[in-house]
């Protein structure tokens, strides 16, 4: 639609474009994007709406981008405690909601793209192979502020704070991921706690004591350097991510926990001030890191970013 006014009416696009484009939505959330081109077909970039209104070149082409987000596809995990053969034996998790599947391109699209016209202004792009892979090079500071304009969009109370304002902008470094607090009674989406990712991995109350999440064959359940070549997209050395949900579940329904992506957990290493990541990724070799006990000691600075990082969110219980 190209317009003659100073102005676009927001109210009258939504009224016009709804009944002639209709979307199916599959959860509770719908998304609206206004965008705009110079010569209306090609280069069309994002305009932030704040308002009813905002400013029009009468030399533009606009469109409004209209998409529904797939269902939050998230598990209910039945609290308990971590068994002896953990590294974290003892710890007590609470009942909560994690994600069936990791977070996929997809979804990381739909949703930064919410928020880089909302407040949101340096989330990382990030990278992914098609749009049913796991997202990727996004730093632990990335995830928190996905996951907050998530909860943003959903009508949910966002979790991480800055100065008790909703963490929307900035990275603190390596030094000061502190400055990020959690709404402990926020019902938002975060990333899981490192006791609640393994506890979920291992199955929960339903575990059968496998090596592997869902099952003592590695090949089962995982994409990892023993079988992750012949990707659609070649991500290191001849391998690559496959799509979520393609392997086996785990005891709770959950996939992908000991391959495909290592995932970012909220919690700081006791050695530094870097974070914890878990779980197997598409290159990784099979006795270090695809065991759902693995607590080896790869954490990364929360400013930073790999090619085999990715994450899934977990919610408190209702």
């Not at 409004?64 to 609290?79: E, F, R, T």
């Not at 990791?102 to 990382?124: C, F, H, L, M, P």
């Amino acid at each position: 639609m190209r317009t003659r006014t100073a102005f676009l009416v927001i109210a009258a696009m939504w009224a016009a474009l709804l009944p002639q484009h209709s979307v199916r939505a599959q959860s509770n959330v719908v998304t609206l994007t206004l965008e705009r081109s110079t010569n209306g077909l090609s280069n069309w970039q994002t305009i932030q709406v704040t308002t009813n209104t905002v400013p029009a070149s009468v030399n533009a082409f606009y469109r409004m981008k209209i998409a529904a987000l797939a269902p939050d596809n998230m598990i209910s995990v039945q609290g308990g405690t971590l068994p002896q053969s953990s590294q974290l034996a003892g710890t007590v998790v609470e009942t909560f909601r994690i994600g069936k599947y990791e977070v996929t391109w997809d979804e990381w699209q739909k949703v930064r793209g919410w928020a880089v016209s909302n407040g949101y202004t340096d989330i990382r792009v990030g990278a992914g192979s098609a749009s049913d892979h796991p997202v990727r090079e996004i730093s632990w500071y990335d995830a928190l502020k996905w996951s907050n304009a998530r909860s943003e969009m959903e009508g949910l109370t966002p979790v991480y704070k800055v100065a008790g304002a909703v963490y929307r902008n900035g990275d603190f470094g390596w030094s000061s991921a502190s400055e990020v607090q959690v709404d402990d009674a926020a019902n938002g989406y975060r990333l899981p706690s490192e006791a609640e990712w393994e506890w979920a991995g291992r199955g929960g109350a339903s575990s059968q004591g496998f090596i592997f999440s869902g099952s003592n064959d590695v090949n089962q359940v995982a994409w990892y350097a023993g079988n992750s070549s012949g990707a659609v997209v070649t991500v290191f050395d001849g391998l690559g991510t496959w799509p979520v949900g393609q392997k086996l579940p785990n005891e709770l329904g959950i996939h992908d926990m000991s391959g495909n992506m290592i995932e970012w957990v909220f919690d700081k290493s006791e050695y530094s001030i870097d974070r914890h990541l878990r779980g197997g990724a598409f290159n990784s070799p099979e006795d270090l890191q695809c065991a759902v006990a693995t607590r080896y000691q790869y954490t990364r600075d929360p400013g930073g970013t790999g090619e085999n990082i990715g994450f899934r969110v977990a919610r408190n219980a209702p």
